[in-house]
């Protein structure tokens, strides 16, 4: 499924697949010299004059499909989002990161601890990597293995506080996710991320944020917060009734955030800038247990809840499926909500162990789209909604 090469009658071509659903398939043949080859659930379409038959003819389609999938009402609306929304915006991919760490200890003392820990892979894997150090720190006692666990941990850190561009389209897919009915739930969004891309993002578009933590200072963390909400109560035409204010979403991080800390009595965790020692589920092996403590199985717990509801349609954006426990909660909704959607928007459609069973579903049943899309052009190409989310907002029924 992702870019791969094919000999055909003594011509290499490479091949990549841009959506896979029950309806529609849309892949593409390119040959060396760059000529392209569109194939429309196995066949090559006939267009009319005014288009040409390359690449950007098959996003068009690709884009018109998912375009028209979103105009549909999904009452309940959950994203999730991985290093996807963030790199290229200030966020690194693993094999960044492990640059980062490269320079910070030197290629010879990464060497040497790749040896002392046993890691013999060539990958610029920094999870694998973490993951055989956390293991290995229960039995070795010398060569500074938790000292150089700590300053992977802290390149990790420092990687993660940044401001968001001018030109990100967060605040953008913000305000086109979160202009729905007034009626429907709060849309819920998950990020996997530790920087702080969508809260800078909400600032910009004057958007609420719901994130778990009371409005008092020090903002301290509460999972009853995120039964909360926020209503007119001056503008409401019928004094029991809820009118709902606009520009609200709820925002829960699963991995922790950059600037969460647990406070002077290590009984709360409190939001705090330019913390030293953030509250954040590392990229390891442990990460997996690690979600059964708090506040990270308050989080996984919404998630679970949130797919398990009616009509709900859960758009994954740059994930990897890498997340063991997170794919499980998704797989088990994909089989057990019958009115479950899941639409998964990632860089490439790889076709590997990971994405096999999704794509096996996406081709079998109408329940899982999955598309071949960057962060930005799957925001710029989000229909936007005619729905006014402010009542007040709407002219009077006559």
């Given at each position: 499924?992702?870019?791969?090469?094919?000999?055909?009658?003594?011509?290499?071509?490479?091949k990549?697949?841009l959506?896979?659903?029950?309806?529609?398939?849309i892949?593409?043949?390119?040959?060396?010299?760059?000529?392209?080859?569109?194939?429309?659930?196995?066949?090559?379409?006939?267009?009319?004059?005014?288009?040409?038959l390359?690449?950007?003819?098959?996003?068009?389609?690709?884009?018109?499909?998912?375009?028209?999938?979103?105009?549909?009402?999904?009452?309940?609306?959950?994203?999730l989002?991985?290093?996807?929304?963030?790199?290229?915006?200030?966020g690194?991919?693993?094999?960044?990161?492990?640059?980062e760490?490269?320079?910070t200890?030197?290629?010879?003392i990464?060497?040497?601890?790749?040896?002392?820990?046993?890691?013999?892979?060539?990958?610029?894997?920094?999870?694998?990597?973490?993951?055989?150090?956390?293991?290995?720190?229960?039995?070795?006692?010398?060569?500074?293995?938790?000292?150089?666990?700590?300053?992977?941990?802290?390149?990790?850190?420092?990687?993660?506080?940044?401001?968001?561009?001018k030109?990100?389209?967060?605040?953008?897919?913000?305000?086109?996710?979160?202009?729905?009915?007034v009626?429907?739930?709060?849309?819920?969004?998950?990020?996997?991320?530790?920087?702080?891309?969508?809260?800078q993002?909400?600032?910009?578009?004057?958007f609420?944020?719901?994130?778990?933590?009371?409005?008092?200072?020090?903002r301290?963390l509460?999972?009853?917060?995120?039964?909360?909400?926020?209503?007119?109560?001056?503008?409401?035409?019928?004094?029991?009734e809820?009118s709902?204010?606009?520009?609200?979403?709820?925002?829960?991080?699963?991995?922790?955030?950059i600037?969460?800390?647990?406070?002077?009595?290590?009984?709360?965790?409190v939001?705090?800038?330019?913390?030293?020692?953030?509250?954040?589920?590392?990229?390891?092996?442990?990460?997996?247990?690690?979600?059964?403590?708090?506040?990270?199985?308050?989080?996984?717990?919404?998630f679970?809840?949130?797919?398990r509801?009616e009509?709900?349609?859960?758009?994954?954006?740059?994930?990897?499926?890498?997340?063991?426990?997170?794919?499980?909660?998704?797989?088990e909704?994909?089989?057990q909500?019958p009115?479950?959607?899941?639409?998964?928007?990632?860089?490439?459609?790889?076709?590997?162990?990971i994405?096999?069973?999704?794509?096996?579903?996406?081709k079998?049943?109408?329940?899982?789209?999955?598309?071949a899309?960057e962060?930005k052009?799957?925001?710029?190409?989000?229909?936007?909604?005619?729905?006014?989310?402010?009542?007040?907002?709407?002219?009077?029924?006559k």
């Amino acid at each position: 499924m992702e870019e791969s090469i094919q000999q055909t009658v003594g011509i290499k071509t490479t091949k990549k697949t841009l959506l896979v659903s029950l309806s529609k398939t849309i892949t593409v043949e390119t040959d060396p010299t760059g000529n392209a080859k569109i194939f429309v659930n196995g066949v090559e379409p006939q267009v009319d004059l005014s288009d040409t038959l390359n690449e950007e003819y098959a996003h068009k389609l690709k884009r018109e499909f998912y375009s028209n999938f979103l105009k549909s009402q999904f009452e309940n609306l959950v994203v999730l989002t991985g290093a996807g929304s963030s790199v290229g915006w200030g966020g690194k991919t693993m094999e960044s990161l492990w640059d980062e760490v490269e320079k910070t200890l030197t290629p010879e003392i990464l060497t040497q601890f790749k040896t002392d820990i046993g890691f013999k892979s060539s990958k610029k894997d920094l999870e694998a990597l973490l993951s055989r150090a956390n293991l290995a720190k229960e039995f070795l006692t010398e060569g500074g293995i938790v000292e150089t666990i700590k300053t992977c941990e802290k390149v990790i850190q420092a990687n993660c506080s940044f401001k968001l561009p001018k030109s990100a389209p967060h605040a953008e897919f913000l305000n086109k996710i979160t202009n729905r009915k007034v009626k429907d739930p709060r849309v819920k969004v998950f990020t996997l991320n530790y920087d702080t891309l969508f809260e800078q993002a909400a600032v910009l578009g004057n958007f609420t944020v719901l994130d778990g933590f009371s409005f008092s200072i020090p903002r301290t963390l509460s999972g009853r917060n995120f039964d909360f909400d926020i209503v007119y109560r001056e503008k409401s035409r019928i004094k029991e009734e809820h009118s709902f204010v606009p520009r609200v979403f709820h925002l829960y991080k699963p991995h922790g955030s950059i600037d969460w800390e647990l406070d002077e009595t290590g009984n709360a965790i409190v939001i705090k800038e330019n913390t030293a020692n953030p509250l954040m589920i590392y990229p390891k092996d442990n990460k997996y247990e690690n979600s059964y403590d708090q506040p990270f199985f308050e989080m996984m717990s919404r998630f679970q809840q949130n797919l398990r509801n009616e009509n709900v349609l859960l758009i994954c954006i740059g994930f990897s499926l890498n997340d063991k426990h997170i794919v499980t909660a998704i797989k088990e909704a994909v089989k057990q909500n019958p009115s479950f959607r899941l639409l998964i928007v990632s860089r490439t459609i790889r076709d590997n162990d990971i994405f096999e069973p999704f794509i096996e579903w996406a081709k079998t049943q109408n329940n899982v789209i999955i598309v071949a899309e960057e962060f930005k052009e799957f925001t710029e190409n989000y229909p936007t909604s005619k729905i006014h989310s402010d009542p007040y907002n709407q002219p009077e029924k006559k």
